[in-house]
């Protein structure tokens, strides 16, 4: 049973920092696709970052490259994204997922493509 939980969300001023964590259990953690998405209210649900397991392959949104950074401890099972540079508009419940039987190389930022979701995180940028 694939468990993804993840931790470190709350309430930031804009221009402040934060870091996820999305422990992750129940499969072998390698061969993966790990993502970080969002979803505003109102808004679809839209892929962050995402990176390969097996080769750190790293996707990232336009809106969030360059302040945001995704990283694995593959020891631990657990997939980051810290958050620099926080606005208003990063201001969402912010989801782990998983897909496994990933082939290599970059995986896609579609929230489509993934099998297994965590419950999410708040994270609410203040101004």
């Known amino acids: 049973q694939v468990q993804l939980v993840e931790s470190g969300g709350g309430s930031v001023q804009a221009g402040g920092s934060r870091r996820l964590s999305c422990a992750a259990s129940g499969y072998t953690f390698s061969d993966h696709c790990m993502g970080w998405f969002r979803q505003a209210p109102g808004k679809e649900r839209e892929g962050v970052a995402t990176?390969?397991?097996?080769?750190?392959?790293?996707y990232y949104l336009d809106s969030v490259r360059g302040r945001f950074s995704i990283s694995l401890d593959t020891a631990k099972s657990t997939v980051y994204l810290q958050m620099n540079s926080l606005e208003p508009e990063d201001t969402a419940m912010y989801y782990c997922?998983?897909?496994?039987?990933?082939?290599?190389?970059?995986?896609?930022?579609?929230?489509?493509?993934?099998?297994?979701w965590g419950q999410g995180t708040q994270v609410t940028v203040s101004s």
């Open positions: 997922a998983a897909r496994s039987s990933h082939s290599g190389g970059r995986c896609s930022g579609s929230p489509e493509y993934y099998n297994s």
């Open positions: 990176i390969y397991t097996s080769g750190g392959h790293i």
